[in-house]
């Protein structure tokens, strides 16, 4: 398979490289076009109105001074790559909830599904990987299962555009298909000598979706739409015209 491998982390981040070790072990055809510096919570940011730049550091590899979306754009456009699947992770750390709003790791995955190419957006959870040796023994053995079960959920992909993973810290108890989960960020702001700096407060455990499947150990696998249009909505206006 043809893959285009971007992150959030950044292409020295021990995710991506882990995944890309195993899908070419497993003949995938690579190419990592990846953020040379972190870029998590960008969302679907693109640099319109400042010059990115792309670097090749190693054969199949690029580090770009841009967003996760302008990986994918450029991986596209300007390299010239038609894959068969964008692959964005794997994320250290859980794209759950409103996450999705916010992960560059899924806007990645989003921007693949805009190009009409399946997409799918890989997160570790991280709760008790407090080592960086569990860190990356859980990670290795995401990447693991993600190669042995890539084929099966590149047929998902193609069916909805994008899906999102998440993995749990530990081996899976078991595969749960789910919603994004509503939650809401107790975000505030503290006086620095820099400015406000935001503190980041967890969101309260939802009632179902995939942060209570996620915390209770389960891989989570959400499908997801670019079209944002609320449909049940337009109808009812339609027929009010």
Sequence with gaps: MKILLTNDDGIGGEGIQVLVSVLEKRGDEVLVVAPKENNSAVSHKINMHTPVRIEKIAAGRYAVSGTPTDCVILGLCHLHFRPDLVLSGI????????????????????????????????????????????????????ANLAADRLDEWYELAKETGAVNINFPPQKPLGVRFCKQAHTVYNTSYRETDEGLRMEFHPPEPAGEGDIPLIKAGYLTITPLKIDLTDYETLERWLKRA
């Design 91 to 142: 994320n250290t750390g859980v794209n759950v909830g409103s996450d999705v709003l916010y992960s560059g790791t899924v806007a990645a995955a989003l921007e693949g599904a805009q190009n009409k190419i399946p997409s799918i957006a890989l997160s570790q959870y991280l709760h008790g990987l407090d080592t960086p040796e569990k860190l990356t023994r859980a990670l290795q053995n995401t």
